[in-house]
Structures are given as structure tokens and as C-alpha cells.
């Protein structure tokens, strides 16, 4: 456990006072603080069974005391924070009571916790961050520090599978990784999702790290975390890590998720999804419903047909490269053996059974489809607005793929800006 060592400089007390009135408790922000060796407002928090210095350099006191509370020790002077226990450094019958300038004091319990000075003087104090009242002939000052103790860090959290609880795992709860075996299991299909929601509350954590295995995204800090798994096999799930930073005393407990996620291949048919596109570099690139699998020499189940009627051209194109984007798994790439030009009007069909998800499925035969023709912006036509479009079904984006108007587009019976098949200059739309 991290031990945290924290001296209170109380420039208190050596005091300067005018008002007879009761004294209400301080806040420790209120004074210097050093904090392992650098300046801080906040001496007032410490983790639970770590301690903080206090040190009085009163001048000319005529009677002084410390007093702490049941759950609150004095330690020895030999302790520092290279020891592995602190409790051993328990100073025997000490009491609640000290009266020593300088006192280390343990904090054994989570909570707010006083930790009183009281000193007395037989003449008024000169400087001092607290006032002074005149008692019986002496002048007093007795003053309270909260201290407030955070209890260790406890990751607490739960599972679900859409809208269905999994797993639940209590702060108490303390499950081994040599216990995994025995762990149950959760089954999904490929494409399935999983939302991890941390619970922590005990020791007051400022953040927390999910770490997942076999799982997209493989890592994340929200409270809430969703996750989707497309290659088939069997996963431990993988971890939370709570922490406690920033201006808070600093931890961080660690925390295995006790159940194995089995991935089986999905039920849903593995289709062509759209977006075909010719891009800027003459390649046609297009989305499949799921992640795909590592395929090689497919070129020849691609059918590229290329018609331009003004040029009399009208033939098949062959395919040179057929491969997976990268940058996008679900994507499939296609090279062609020929150049293309954007008042060619193309379509694409596929035939085969070698493509596959990364769950095994086969990719289904499709099309002919028409592939949306690259075209550069020109001082006729605004790019940002018009263009030789691919349908989408969304209103908000005027019915073209790539494109968005938004709520001010009327509605999706009566748009203001939609896509049409009519007065097109090539191609169909």
C-alpha cells in the first residue's frame, strides 16, 4: 500500500488576538501545508491507515496539548514512509492526550476526524492564524482540524447483455484470476455488445480504467462502457482499475471481472451494406455487415461493368486487386486493371463464397450496384451541397450518403433539400 507522509506547519500559534469570543473549528486548508515535499491546500485528507506530522512552533506557551479521537494514534518518531505497517510505531499507553511539540498521528478509520491543539499563554499572543480568548487570567487558544480519512479504494460494478444483468460484483467482493476456470461463462454472437458499469463508491475514487480482452474498443474511462467482440473464441473479460488522483490522497486498486465471454458466430446474415464509392485514386471501396477476415485472390469473383455512352464504351473491367481496407475492417477495397473517368457509369457484382466475416459467415452475392463516381468541386458545382449522390434513407441528410441538412430540413414527407433521379447531368441521381 502507498503510505503517504504529510507535515502540517502551523505557523499557528504564535498568536495575535483582540476578540474574547469562542472559537469555531478551522479548516486545515486554512494553514501551510507541505506535502512530500511540495506546497498544497490540502493536509486536511490523508488515506486510511496512513499518518500526518503536526508540528507546533508556538513561542512561549504556558501549557500545551494535542488531543485526537478514538480511531486516531500517536506514533513514535522512528516511523517514516518506507515502513511496511505504520501500527507497529504505536506509541504504548499514549492515549488520546500528547504534549509534544511535534506529533505523528495515525488515522485508522474513514471519516472526519479531530485533531485538537490547546495552548495557553500568560500574555496575549502577537501573530497567530487564530484568536485567542482570555480565561481566568491566561490567554487560550483552542483549535480543531478535520481530517478527512478516505477509505480504500473498493471497486464495485455489474454486467449487462442488452437489457439483462450478467454479472454483478459487490465492493466486498475480492474474485482471483487462479479461480477462472470456474468462472461462468457469457455467450454472444459476433457483433454482440456488452456494457460494463462501475458501482465504486467506497474510497471516493476521481476516475477508473476499464481494460477488456478480445473486445472493441480494448480499453476505456467511462462509467458506463460498451463493448462489441467480432472474432470468435473464448475471453476473460478482462479488469477495472479505480483511482484516486489529483488532489486527492492518491490510490489505485485494481480489480479482475469474474466471468469468461464465449464469441459463437452471429445468426445474422453477412450482406453488402453500401456506401460504393469510387475514390479519388480510381479505386471502388465499399461496407460489408461485419468485420471481415483475412481473404486473398478473390479479384475474379468481382464483375466491374463500365458504360459510357457518349464514347461508345460498354464492357466488363477486370479486377487487379481485391483486399481489406485499411482503415476501415468492414470495408473491402478494389483496384482495377484499367483507368475509369467520372462520366463512366459503373456497376459491381460479387459471386462467391470465400469472403468471410471474422466470425465465419459467408459474404452473400450481390448486385449489379451502381458505384457513386468521384467528382472534384468546380466553380459550377458546390461540392458541399451537390454532387452525383449515394441514396441514404435519413431525411436529416437530404436522402444522399455523405451529406447533412439537419432538423431544418422540413421533414421526411415534405424536405426542403433531397436527392433525385430526375434532370440528372450522369449517372442516375
Known amino acids: 500500500m502507498k503510505k503517504i507522509i504529510i507535515l502540517i506547519t502551523t505557523f499557528a500559534l504564535v498568536f495575535f488576538g483582540c476578540k474574547k469570543e469562542p472559537i469555531a473549528p478551522l479548516e486545515i486548508a486554512d494553514f501551510s501545508v507541505h506535502v512530500g515535499g511540495q506546497n498544497q491546500n ?15 512552533i508556538s513561542q ?20 517514516s514512509n518506507a515502513d511496511a505497517d505504520f501500527a507497529d510505531f504505536k506509541i504504548s499507553g499514549a492515549g488520546n492526550v500528547s504534549i509534544e511539540k511535534k506529533v505523528n498521528v495515525l488515522f485508522t478509520e474513514a471519516g472526519l476526524h479531530p485533531v485538537q491543539i490547546y495552548n495557553t499563554f500568560d500574555q496575549e499572543p502577537k501573530a497567530g492564524p487564530a484568536t485567542a480568548v482570555e480565561q481566568g487570567g491566561l490567554w487560550v487558544v483552542d ?29 466486498s467482493d475480492i474474485p482471483d484470476i487462479s479461480d477462472a476456470s470456474s468462472w461462468p461463462t457469457i455467450e454472444v454472437e459476433a457483433g454482440e455488445s456488452l456494457t460494463f458499469v462501475d458501482l ?8 477508473r480504467a476499464w481494460s477488456f480482452e478480445g473486445a472493441v474498443p480494448a480499453a476505456s474511462q467511462d462509467s458506463a462502457a460498451t463493448v462489441s467482440y467480432f472474432a470468435l473464441g473464448t475471453y476473460l473479460a478482462g479488469n477495472i482499475n479505480s483511482e484516486r488522483s489529483g488532489a486527492l490522497p492518491a490510490q489505485e486498486i485494481a480489480k479482475v471481472i469474474p466471468i469468461q465471454v464465449s464469441v459463437v458466430p452471429s445468426t445474422q446474415p453477412f450482406f453488402y ?26 479479384e475474379g469473383t468481382f464483375t466491374v461493368r463500365v458504360v459510357n455512352e457518349a464514347a461508345g464504351f460498354d464492357q466488363e473491367i477486370a479486377v487487379s486487386s481485391a483486399k481489406i481496407s485499411d482503415n476501415d475492417a468492414t470495408a473491402i477495397e478494389l483496384t482495377l486493371a484499367e483507368p475509369i473517368y467520372n462520366s463512366d457509369v459503373l456497376t459491381l457484382s460479387y459471386a462467391g463464397s470465400e469472403i468471410k466475416s471474422a466470425d465465419a459467415r459467408i459474404l452473400a452475392d450481390f448486385g449489379p450496384e451502381t458505384v457513386a463516381m468521384h467528382f472534384e468541386p468546380n466553380a459550377i458545382q458546390n461540392a458541399d451541397w451537390a454532387s452525383f449522390e449515394t441514396e441514404d434513407p435519413n431525411w ?3 436522402f444522399a450518403f455523405g451529406f447533412w441538412v439537419g432538423n431544418s430540413n422540413g421533414d421526411a414527407m415534405m424536405p426542403h433539400y433531397a436527392r433525385t433521379q430526375e434532370r440528372f447531368v450522369s449517372g442516375t441521381s
Open 396 to 398: 436529416k441528410k437530404a
Open 60 to 79: 512561549n506557551t504556558t501549557e500545551h496539548e494535542w488531543r485526537i479521537a478514538d480511531g486516531s494514534f500517536f506514533l513514535s518518531d522512528e516511523v
Open 200 to 207: 465504486t463508491t467506497i474510497g471516493r475514487p476521481s476516475s
Open 273 to 298: 451494406e453500401g456506401n460504393l464509392v469510387e475514390q479519388v485514386d480510381e479505386k471502388i471501396v465499399f461496407n460489408v455487415g461485419g468485420e471481415l477476415a483475412p481473404f486473398s485472390g478473390q
Open 143 to 171: 483549535t480543531t482540524y478535520m481530517i478527512d480519512v478516505y477509505a480504500n479504494l473498493e471497486p464495485a460494478f455489474k454486467v449487462f447483455k442488452g437489457m439483462e444483468e450478467v454479472l454483478s460484483v459487490s465492493a
Open 42 to 56: 490540502t493536509a486536511g485528507r490523508v488515506s486510511i491507515d496512513n499518518f500526518l506530522t503536526f508540528l507546533d
